[in-house]
């Protein structure tokens, strides 16, 4: 069976259809029911996790809250208290366009211009420094600088002193601390502008705004005014300057008109022009005669004369053929019951010769024709040719003289256009001169505020409130994220939403060394390799607990055993368990062989393939070559040799290993051939259960093939290693890659704080 026909099987039925002879394994349905639920479960139990953590640390949080509540009140009440004051303008519009004074003052506003752009620009005039000195004059704001005392003797012995202070310039200081509180807003989408000042002196605020607004609108007056002088005294230069460049315009007209000797009015044509249209147009259409005759003439000298269109349509040919086809069809009945002697034949015969030749005769005529109509049509395209060219000289000469009198005589009509357009102008700029118009009119002036604008003391102890909260949930958050790991049982199931298949406690807690690699010498058992061996010497209780093969170690192998075994019905099977973590280092090759070594204690035939191509290990664990494996099979090197021949004994009985092997082909070439269906096929025919080690999920892409392959996948994390980002990507890969995750392994875990470990003695009474 090929992977796509495993895959089809698969997603058909949701599970394998495989049985065991002898005893089942179990399936897990959790996995294969995986919905996008599942994964919001994750964040919540997230969510509620991190409330969890919040809640325990509530009087860190709280504590946080208060003091940072305290701060805001204290720097409330320390500042000095500041009034606000207001006052409402309204931004009119201004006729710019009033005595048509548009088209001639160089300083109004453009067509089209927005009412947003309006405001901004008045907002920027407000807040304007020239207007705000005024005002500051007007109310009398600005303070004598104080006296200098940086001149004595204690100036000259700092070195960081400047040689010659900068003198302060009290207006300057005045001006910029105005501009500081003032503000200008636009109120909503309208044209009303909100001028606020605050200062420490109410009357002063409210004086300050409503000056403000006066000196804009006094300012704005004064500025409309001299501009209208200018713009009138600026029309009268130019009204003088034009009518003495009318009056040259006119004579320079004059002049050239008799030099050239031309008598021109507005809407004539002079009959050059008619006549060089005349001849464009009889060009153009000898032209296209001329083309058409050409292609008739070379298609009529390289094409069978019969197929031309001129033969075909000849009235005389026509009758010619009929008669030929009749004179012909005579004959062959006359030769039927007559010699070719017969003077009826020789007659009948004579008239189609006399007639071949009179068609030929035709045919001939009819391409004479056809030449002399191509010559005829050249002929008259080339006269043509040569008038047009000779108009066009007339034209153009003529042209040159006719374009500069134009010229002339237009710059002396816009000349005389704008002289009397002046004369206009000048007149109204006269009339608004004497209108004083302003944009700004006060709506609501500003009064004296009851009460301070700021600081505003619940608002400082609000955002101390809110500072502390942030503050503390960040502390216990981030002392939380310091250990993102999976640390104690049944996290991982409550993250992941899957069966915690096992605890595998940590190998130094209790003494003993899963296997991990070949033992030396002086360390080498004399019988098989058992599930797991002691690096230190045993006597009393510990002899005996070792050697009936308790202790936490076997036993918690054993619960992960049982657990695959309980995880599914009574009849569907899973007989290829994939075995991978989602990153390295986390114990997946050490979980393979000692799994390997529990299922082979209950009587079952277990294999272990070592499918992590990258950093094969299970041949260095239990000491076998590794020349020839798995990869040799999927390449196809050793031939039809049955994979079994390749299959090496570990020394613990019913447990046996397929190396990885070694070859040169692709590895993504070899994972997705159809080799490794039937491979995994024959194996399945000769043991009851195999462990497949593969490379990590997240970082390897040949375990997630090797995955769709097998019948179910477990997951090996490692308590105080695995990240629960981590261990989240890998059950959210699993379950994009439709593969039936059965549950995790918890590997490495220190049990020394809990109950369950004491069960076992750790020494003798």
């Given at each position: 069976?090929?992977?796509f026909?495993?895959?089809?099987?698969?997603?058909?039925r949701?599970?394998?259809?495989?049985r065991?002879?002898?005893?089942?394994?179990g399936?897990?349905?959790?996995g294969?029911n995986?919905?996008?639920?599942?994964?919001q479960?994750?964040?919540?139990?997230?969510?509620?996790?991190?409330?969890?953590?919040?809640?325990?640390?509530?009087?860190?949080i709280?504590?946080?809250c208060?003091?940072?509540?305290?701060?805001?009140?204290?720097v409330?009440?320390?500042?000095?208290?500041?009034?606000?004051?207001?006052?409402?303008?309204?931004?009119?519009?201004?006729?710019?366009?009033?005595?048509?004074?548009?088209?001639?003052?160089?300083?109004?506003?453009?067509?089209?211009?927005?009412?947003?752009?309006?405001?901004?620009?008045?907002?920027?005039?407000?807040?304007?420094?020239?207007?705000?000195d005024?005002?500051?004059?007007?109310l009398?704001?600005?303070?004598?600088?104080?006296?200098?005392?940086?001149?004595?003797?204690?100036?000259?012995?700092?070195p960081?002193?400047?040689?010659?202070?900068?003198?302060?310039?009290?207006?300057?200081?005045?001006?910029?601390?105005?501009?500081?509180?003032?503000r200008i807003?636009?109120?909503?989408?309208?044209n009303?502008?909100?001028?606020?000042y605050d200062?420490?002196?109410?009357?002063?605020?409210?004086?300050?705004?409503?000056?403000?607004?006066?000196?804009?609108i006094?300012?704005?007056?004064?500025?409309?005014?001299?501009?209208?002088?200018?713009?009138?005294?600026?029309?009268?230069?130019?009204?003088?300057?034009l009518?003495?460049?009318?009056?040259?315009?006119?004579s320079?007209?004059?002049?050239?008109?008799?030099?050239?000797?031309l008598?021109?009015?507005?809407?004539?044509?002079?009959?050059?022009?008619?006549?060089?249209?005349?001849?464009?147009?009889?060009?153009?259409?000898?032209q296209?005669?001329?083309?058409?005759?050409?292609?008739?003439?070379?298609?009529?000298?390289g094409?069978?004369?019969?197929?031309?269109?001129?033969?075909?349509?000849?009235?005389?040919?026509?009758?010619?053929?009929?008669?030929?086809?009749?004179?012909?069809?005579?004959?062959?009945?006359?030769?039927?019951?007559?010699t070719?002697?017969n003077?009826?034949?020789?007659?009948?015969?004579?008239?189609?010769?006399?007639l071949?030749?009179?068609?030929?005769?035709?045919?001939?005529?009819?391409?004479?024709?056809?030449?002399?109509?191509?010559?005829?049509?050249k002929?008259?395209?080339?006269?043509?040719t040569?008038?047009?060219?000779?108009?066009?000289?007339?034209v153009?000469d003529?042209?040159q003289?006719?374009?500069h009198?134009?010229?002339l005589?237009?710059?002396?009509?816009?000349?005389?256009?704008?002289?009397?357009?002046?004369?206009?102008?000048?007149?109204?700029?006269?009339?608004?001169?004497?209108?004083?118009?302003?944009?700004?009119?006060v709506?609501?002036?500003?009064?004296?505020?009851?009460?301070?604008?700021?600081?505003?003391?619940?608002?400082?102890t609000?955002?101390?409130l809110?500072?502390?909260?942030?503050?503390?949930?960040?502390?216990v958050f981030?002392?939380?994220?310091?250990?993102?790991?999976?640390?104690?049982?049944?996290?991982?199931?409550?993250?992941?939403?899957?069966?915690?298949?096992?605890?595998?406690?940590?190998?130094?807690?209790?003494?003993?060394?899963?296997?991990?690699?070949p033992?030396?010498?002086?360390?080498?058992?004399?019988?098989?390799?058992?599930?797991?061996?002691?690096?230190?010497k045993t006597?009393?209780?510990?002899?005996?607990?070792?050697?009936?093969?308790?202790?936490?170690?076997t036993?918690?192998?054993?619960?992960?055993?049982?657990?695959?075994?309980?995880?599914?019905?009574?009849?569907?099977?899973?007989?290829?368990?994939?075995?991978?973590?989602?990153?390295?280092?986390?114990?997946?090759?050490?979980?393979?062989?000692?799994?390997?070594?529990?299922?082979?204690?209950?009587?079952?035939?277990v294999?272990?393939?070592?499918?992590?191509?990258?950093?094969?290990r299970?041949?260095?664990?239990?000491?076998?070559?590794?020349?020839?494996?798995?990869?040799?099979?999927?390449?196809?090197?050793?031939?039809?040799?049955d994979?079994?021949?390749?299959?090496?004994?570990?020394?613990?009985?019913?447990?046996?290993?397929l190396?990885?092997g070694?070859t040169?082909h692709?590895?993504?070439t070899?994972?997705h051939?159809?080799?490794?269906?039937?491979?995994?096929?024959r194996?399945?025919?000769?043991y009851?259960?195999?462990?497949?080690?593969?490379?990590?999920?997240l970082?390897?892409?040949?375990?997630?093939?090797?995955?769709?392959?097998?019948?179910?996948?477990?997951?090996?994390?490692?308590?105080?290693?695995?990240?629960?980002?981590?261990?989240?990507a890998?059950?959210?890969?699993?379950?994009?890659d439709?593969?039936?995750?059965?549950?995790?392994?918890?590997?490495?875990?220190?049990?020394e704080?809990?109950?369950?470990?004491?069960?076992?003695?750790?020494?003798?009474?």
């Amino acid at each position: 069976m090929t992977n796509f026909e495993i895959e089809r099987t698969r997603n058909s039925r949701g599970v394998p259809e495989r049985r065991v002879q002898e005893g089942y394994l179990g399936d897990s349905n959790q996995g294969w029911n995986h919905t996008p639920q599942q994964d919001q479960s994750v964040e919540e139990v997230e969510l509620v996790r991190l409330l969890r953590i919040a809640w325990a640390r509530r009087f860190v949080i709280l504590a946080a809250c208060l003091v940072c509540a305290a701060i805001g009140l204290f720097v409330a009440m320390k500042q000095t208290p500041i009034y606000q004051s207001s006052a409402t303008v309204e931004l009119l519009g201004i006729n710019e366009n009033f005595m048509n004074m548009r088209d001639v003052d160089p300083n109004t506003k453009t067509l089209g211009s927005s009412t947003a752009a309006q405001v901004q620009t008045e907002i920027q005039l407000l807040r304007s420094r020239a207007l705000v000195d005024r005002v500051v004059q007007k109310l009398g704001m600005v303070r004598p600088a104080p006296a200098d005392h940086g001149t004595g003797f204690l100036s000259h012995l700092n070195p960081f002193a400047s040689p010659r202070p900068q003198k302060i310039d009290p207006t300057k200081s005045a001006v910029d601390g105005a501009l500081a509180n003032l503000r200008i807003e636009q109120i909503g989408d309208s044209n009303m502008l909100r001028i606020t000042y605050d200062d420490s002196d109410p009357e002063r605020a409210a004086n300050f705004v409503n000056m403000i607004a006066k000196q804009a609108i006094q300012l704005n007056l004064e500025e409309r005014g001299n501009l209208n002088q200018r713009v009138g005294g600026w029309l009268s230069k130019q009204v003088e300057l034009l009518r003495n460049h009318m009056e040259q315009a006119e004579s320079e007209l004059q002049a050239y008109s008799r030099k050239a000797g031309l008598l021109y009015t507005d809407g004539t044509q002079n009959v050059a022009d008619t006549q060089l249209q005349q001849l464009e147009a009889e060009l153009a259409a000898a032209q296209g005669a001329r083309i058409q005759s050409e292609s008739q003439y070379t298609l009529a000298k390289g094409a069978d004369p019969d197929t031309l269109p001129q033969v075909l349509d000849n009235g005389p040919l026509k009758s010619y053929q009929g008669k030929l086809v009749e004179l012909e069809r005579q004959k062959a009945e006359l030769e039927a019951t007559m010699t070719p002697e017969n003077p009826k034949v020789k007659k009948v015969a004579a008239q189609i010769t006399q007639l071949q030749k009179t068609i030929a005769r035709e045919r001939k005529d009819v391409l004479t024709r056809i030449g002399n109509e191509y010559n005829t049509a050249k002929k008259r395209e080339a006269l043509l040719t040569a008038a047009y060219q000779k108009q066009t000289g007339v034209v153009s000469d003529q042209a040159q003289k006719a374009i500069h009198y134009n010229t002339l005589k237009h710059e002396v009509d816009t000349t005389r256009e704008l002289y009397e357009a002046m004369l206009r102008r000048v007149n109204d700029a006269e009339v608004v001169s004497a209108i004083r118009a302003s944009d700004l009119r006060v709506v609501d002036a500003g009064s004296p505020a009851a009460a301070p604008h700021s600081p505003d003391k619940p608002l400082y102890t609000g955002i101390g409130l809110i500072s502390g909260l942030l503050i503390g949930l960040m502390f216990v958050f981030v002392q939380d994220q310091k250990d993102r790991t999976i640390q104690q049982p049944g996290h991982s199931a409550l993250l992941l939403d899957i069966t915690e298949l096992g605890v595998i406690p940590s190998a130094k807690a209790s003494g003993a060394k899963l296997l991990s690699g070949p033992p030396k010498p002086e360390q080498a058992p004399a019988g098989p390799k058992s599930l797991l061996t002691m690096n230190r010497k045993t006597t009393g209780l510990e002899s005996a607990v070792a050697a009936s093969g308790h202790s936490l170690f076997t036993d918690s192998f054993r619960g992960v055993v049982n657990s695959i075994l309980f995880s599914g019905g009574e009849h569907v099977a899973m007989r290829t368990l994939l075995v991978s973590s989602p990153n390295e280092g986390e114990g997946k090759t050490t979980s393979v062989c000692n799994l390997g070594a529990a299922f082979a204690e209950i009587g079952r035939r277990v294999l272990l393939i070592d499918a992590d191509f990258r950093k094969p290990r299970l041949h260095d664990v239990f000491s076998v070559p590794n020349d020839r494996g798995l990869l040799n099979l999927l390449s196809g090197d050793e031939g039809s040799l049955d994979p079994l021949d390749l299959v090496r004994e570990t020394g613990t009985e019913r447990l046996s290993i397929l190396p990885a092997g070694m070859t040169s082909h692709p590895l993504s070439t070899l994972i997705h051939s159809e080799r490794l269906g039937t491979l995994l096929n024959r194996l399945r025919s000769q043991y009851d259960l195999i462990l497949i080690d593969s490379a990590p999920l997240l970082l390897v892409p040949e375990s997630r093939v090797l995955a769709r392959s097998a019948d179910a996948l477990v997951l090996v994390l490692r308590a105080g290693v695995t990240t629960v980002d981590v261990a989240v990507a890998a059950r959210r890969r699993a379950t994009e890659d439709h593969v039936p995750l059965i549950g995790t392994i918890l590997n490495d875990w220190k049990p020394e704080t809990t109950g369950y470990y004491g069960y076992y003695p750790k020494k003798r009474a």
